[in-house]
């Protein structure tokens, strides 16, 4: 029995182990935390197993499994928005678009998926010479659409992640306030009203959609495609 209970405490994390965990990923709402396996210790494994179990939209980062945080309408807008995106990068042969299940790998423990990305064709060609279920490849611009439970920290991680991987371009929309940051580097950013108008710069060139097209199209089936 003592043996026992000197191992206890290296192998059982407290509450507040857990809990720092949380905030340590930006303070993720606990109820989109697996708790099997305990979080800290998920590995790429467990991932694989969430996946094939039915737990589709679940991330790893930092040994834990994240649930991504996604409605339906949310779904919609970014469903719309890869729409337009795939439209402009196939007539101009540019690369893929990814929609929210296209997860890549950006580090052993850290596996992401936006809600849209874009990857470079030739990126996208030496990436997929893997047989890896999960492409070793960061997306050169990444989208996110905010749903409720999303939190600030949690949005700021996910940059970071992005941004450290290699990414250049990215657009947090919120659909509820119409409004969008645009990200060129964690730290620089530039905050969009309805009027405004995702611009591609030099990662999409020529590709531009305003946030008040992109959320009246979102709204009526009528006017949802061109």
């Given at each position: 029995?003592?043996?026992?209970?000197?191992?206890?405490?290296?192998?059982?994390?407290?509450?507040?182990?857990?809990?720092?965990?949380?905030?340590?990923?930006?303070?993720?709402?606990?109820?989109?935390?697996?708790?099997?396996?305990?979080?800290?210790?998920?590995?790429?494994?467990?991932?694989?197993a969430a996946?094939?179990?039915?737990?589709?939209?679940v991330?790893?980062v930092?040994?834990?499994?994240?649930?991504?945080?996604?409605?339906?309408?949310?779904?919609?807008?970014?469903?719309?928005?890869a729409?337009?995106?795939?439209?402009?990068?196939?007539?101009?042969?540019?690369?893929?678009i990814?929609?929210g299940?296209?997860?890549?790998?950006?580090?052993d423990?850290?596996?992401?998926?936006?809600?849209?990305?874009?990857?470079?064709?030739?990126?996208?060609?030496?990436?997929?010479?893997?047989?890896?279920?999960?492409?070793?490849?960061?997306?050169?611009?990444?989208?996110?659409?905010?749903?409720?439970?999303?939190?600030?920290?949690?949005?700021d991680?996910?940059?970071?992640?992005?941004?450290?991987?290699?990414?250049?371009?990215?657009?947090?929309?919120?659909?509820?306030?119409?409004?969008?940051?645009?990200?060129?580097?964690?730290?620089?950013?530039?905050?969009?009203?309805?009027?405004?108008?995702?611009?591609?710069?030099?990662?999409l060139?020529?590709?531009?959609?305003t946030?008040?097209?992109?959320?009246?199209?979102?709204?009526?089936?009528?006017?949802?495609?061109p």
């Amino acid at each position: 029995m003592t043996a026992l209970l000197d191992t206890q405490p290296a192998t059982i994390p407290t509450m507040a182990d857990a809990l720092a965990r949380l905030h340590a990923l930006g303070d993720v709402p606990p109820e989109r935390v697996l708790m099997r396996p305990l979080p800290g210790t998920a590995t790429f494994a467990d991932l694989e197993a969430a996946h094939a179990s039915g737990c589709k939209l679940v991330e790893l980062v930092d040994g834990v499994l994240v649930e991504k945080a996604m409605g339906t309408r949310e779904s919609f807008l970014a469903t719309l928005l890869a729409h337009f995106l795939v439209a402009h990068v196939l007539e101009r042969r540019l690369g893929v678009i990814l929609g929210g299940d296209g997860f890549v790998r950006l580090g052993d423990d850290l596996v992401r998926a936006p809600d849209v990305s874009f990857i470079p064709w030739q990126r996208w060609q030496r990436a997929t010479q893997s047989a890896e279920n999960y492409l070793r490849v960061y997306p050169d611009l990444m989208v996110e659409v905010l749903s409720p439970s999303n939190t600030r920290g949690e949005i700021d991680r996910k940059l970071r992640d992005f941004f450290t991987s290699g990414t250049r371009l990215a657009w947090i929309i919120d659909p509820r306030t119409q409004t969008a940051r645009v990200q060129t580097s964690v730290d620089a950013f530039l905050t969009l009203d309805a009027d405004g108008t995702l611009d591609g710069g030099d990662v999409l060139r020529g590709f531009a959609l305003t946030l008040a097209e992109l959320c009246r199209r979102s709204k009526s089936p009528q006017e949802a495609l061109p």
